[in-house]
């Protein structure tokens, strides 16, 4: 059997722990730079905001419903992440984390258990050590958890926030009611063809032939079919180190100078470098892409992307800005006006098993420079050494009107008792 | 597996048995004293046998650290608890809210922090100041009790 636990409205449950007194009422959380919704709390589902709504076009309507509105606070749902994986993670030796706020459990040899009372009791221990409410779908593969999580999660006083999919009887009648766009991993283009060709729920989906799934859905597709059929076809997936690294912006006004992207494209190059090392990795191939305003059909539109080799694997800042740079130079065309740029670094290998070459232009130094970099960004804040071709003024910050305090990271930000 | 331990490659031995091999789990850090006294051919030091692991307060003050939470305290209504305006309190959600405890509550919009009286027909929130009164929880309030309090650590 596997487990799918959930967090009920994650980011909006964070902020409530801290705020009692929002219990009950609606609450929204914002995306980076406080750009549209992407966390709403129950109540704030009921009076129909939708998810991605744009937080300018709403800001309005939330005064009017006296919604609570709360800009992204990663550093607090990250650690309370960190809080309830680490409880969950008891309850079974094997886990996969699979987002922010969802993990699979496997259960396997758990037969002899009470998996309904085993549920509450994570359900229950979650929710009073963090304050977090969950929701549990237990269930023989990894898509009917889902299915049944989604079932705990709709009806959680019937359910008590457990649902268990045991006998063929329940599978059916949860396949029947769960609509074919709802099922995991079956994406808006998927549902598109398959409600034109009569599939309207999941159980309709199951009830395809094999070979149309797989011809229109690959083989993707086809587990995922058996997985709801009840044949266990999906695993719990190894943890993987990150294949690439991105650090991406758009601007907040367009850019139409070379320097002035330079400067953007050394600052993410040496984002990118600051993470490979907390990684351990160097990297051996970069790419760098510029962007103008999709959204702007009154401007002229280029977009370019391009990927670099580099002569020889590293993570030091000054190298990977100075190749980023380079890069830049290609690709760069006068006249038009940029919103996004960005920087990919990839093909990683380990920092401490390189391979040394005959004719390596690496200077040695940059490895010594690069932790005393690191170490004094680390004690003295983000960013306050930086490289020349960085603009030595500018901090990045993003819009965050609406940020609540650091509650769990910051000793200056923690709750205050009034005694 | 969780985190951290992969299997890296299966040994196939000339019994027909199969041995997995894993990578050890290093996600977790145990700091160890480090003990250098040279290799010399001389009398060791006799304190070698008494290496003890280094005083960690994180470990003897914080029991759960999942469930475990810090709250700065502003007012005097617990001073003769030994808790003080601007003290640093240890607040552990997981422990069970039991008489005489000192816990963390919220109470009409505010977190506070009260010894608790709970019986069946009311919950008292008693300070520990000859200045205050105690505060009796009825139905009208919004109420709840956030966390418990393990430790107090303040400035000297």
């Not at chain 1, 109540?43 to 905001?49: H, Q």
């Not at chain 1, 800005?321 to 760069?332: D, M, N, P, S, V």
């Not at chain 2, 051919?41 to 290496?51: E, I, M, N, R």
């Not at chain 2, 919950?123 to 100041?129: A, G, R, S, T």
Request: hydrophobic content about 40%.
């Amino acid at each position: 059997m596997f487990a799918l636990i959930d967090c009920n409205n994650f980011y909006a449950s964070c902020e409530r722990v801290f705020r009692p007194d929002l219990n009950g009422k609606p609450v929204v959380v914002l995306s980076n730079n406080d750009g549209c919704v992407i966390a709403r709390s129950n109540e704030a589902k009921a009076i129909g905001i939708p998810m991605g709504a744009p937080a300018f076009e709403y800001e309005k309507f939330f005064r009017q419903h006296g919604v609570q509105v709360f800009s992204a606070n990663f550093a607090l749902y990250g650690d309370m992440s960190n809080r309830v994986m680490t409880i969950l993670s008891d309850y079974s030796p094997e886990m996969e984390i699979y987002s922010i706020d969802e993990c699979f459990l496997k259960l396997k040899g758990f037969d002899f258990f009470n998996l309904q009372a085993y549920g509450e009791d994570m359900r229950c221990k979650v929710t009073k050590w963090t304050g977090i409410p969950i929701s549990v779908g237990i269930a023989p593969t990894k898509a009917l958890a889902k299915v049944a999580n989604r079932i705990a999660k709709k009806y959680p006083t019937e359910t008590k926030g457990t649902y268990i999919i045991d006998s063929e009887d329940k599978r059916i009648k949860a396949l029947k009611w769960l609509k074919v766009e709802d099922v995991w991993g079956i994406g808006r283009q998927h549902s598109k063809r398959l409600n034109a060709a009569g599939v309207k729920t999941a159980f309709d989906f199951t009830q395809l032939d094999d070979d149309f799934v797989k011809k229109q859905m690959s083989i993707v597709g086809l587990r995922l079919k058996l997985d709801l059929q009840g044949i266990p076809t999906l695993d719990l997936e190894e943890m993987q180190i990150k294949k690439n690294i991105a650090t991406t912006r758009s601007f907040e006004t367009n850019y139409t100078e070379y320097e002035q992207l330079a400067e953007r494209i050394s600052t993410f190059a040496s984002s990118c470098a600051e993470k490979l090392r907390k990684q351990n990795s160097c990297c051996n191939s970069i790419m760098v892409f510029i962007h103008t305003n999709g959204h702007r059909k009154d401007l002229q539109q280029y977009s370019r992307n391009i990927i670099i080799k580099l002569p020889y694997p590293t993570n030091s800042s000054i190298e990977l800005a100075k190749f980023a740079t380079q890069a830049l130079q290609k690709i760069f065309k006068q006249g038009y006006a940029y919103k996004k740029a960005g920087v990919i670094v990839q093909d990683f290998s380990q920092a401490d098993s390189l391979q040394q070459t005959l004719f390596e232009n690496r200077d040695k130094r940059h490895i010594p420079l690069m932790q005393a970099i690191d170490k004094l960004n680390l004690l003295f804040g983000q960013q306050k050494i930086r490289l020349a071709s960085q603009d030595t003024k500018r901090v990045w910050k993003m819009k965050q009107q609406k940020l609540s305090p650091r509650y769990t990271t910051n000793l200056n930000d923690i709750i205050t008792i009034n005694l | 597996m969780p985190n951290g331990n992969k299997q890296i490659t299966s040994l196939k031995l000339h019994n027909g048995n199969i041995i997995d091999i894993f990578s050890a789990d290093t996600e977790t850090v145990l700091a160890l004293p480090y003990v250098d006294n040279g290799i010399s051919a001389g009398f060791p030091s006799p304190a070698l046998d008494f290496v003890d692991l280094s005083i960690d307060l994180n470990r003897h003050l914080i029991k759960n650290p999942s469930a475990t939470f810090y709250g700065r305290v502003k007012g005097d209504s617990l001073k003769n608890a030994g808790i003080s305006n601007g003290d640093l309190l240890i607040i552990d959600r997981s422990l069970e809210p039991t008489n005489g405890k000192i816990a963390v509550c919220y109470i009409d919009g505010e977190f506070t922090a009260k010894r608790i009286q709970i019986s069946k027909k009311e919950i008292l929130l008693i300070p520990e100041n000859e200045n205050y009164q105690p505060i009796r929880v009825t139905e009208e309030n919004n109420f709840l009790i956030w966390g418990i309090v393990t430790h107090v650590i303040k400035d000297v």
